[in-house]
């Protein structure tokens, strides 16, 4: 079974970068797409992005193409998801899962705890 840890979560202001790592357990981790999506308050979980297990994939949200970067470590297990040009929507729980390659939260059986990125004025 594959286990998911997420770390570097914090503040941010306008403008600012935040790289998310998640680190995986289990044999099979580096055998799955792993995705990353976040819950805002008071909204649904949503998609931000995803990348195949060789890297050869990668899909993104449209709020954020083009300023967040994911990517893989499959030798030590992580994923990384690089945010740049932060602006205040980007408050919210950031999780990362293991899955198949889809934008859907139905997609991934297995999910970490979670770590809170809030955009400070």
């Known amino acids: 079974q594959v286990q998911l840890a997420e770390s570097g979560g914090g503040l941010v202001q306008a403008g600012g970068s935040l790289r998310l790592s998640c680190a995986g357990s289990g044999r099979t981790f580096s055998s799955y797409t792993t995705g990353w999506f976040r819950q805002a308050p008071g909204k649904e979980r949503e998609f931000v992005a995803a990348i195949t297990w060789s890297s050869s994939s990668t899909a993104y949200a449209d709020a954020v193409k083009g300023r967040f970067t994911i990517s893989r470590d499959n030798a030590n297990k992580m994923v990384y998801l690089q945010m740049n040009s932060l602006k205040p929507e980007v408050t919210a729980v950031y999780y990362c899962?293991?899955?198949?390659?889809?934008?859907?939260?139905?997609?991934?059986?297995?999910w970490g705890h979670g770590t809170q990125v809030t955009f400070s004025s």
């Open positions: 899962a293991a899955g198949v390659f889809r934008n859907s939260s139905n997609a991934y059986n297995s």
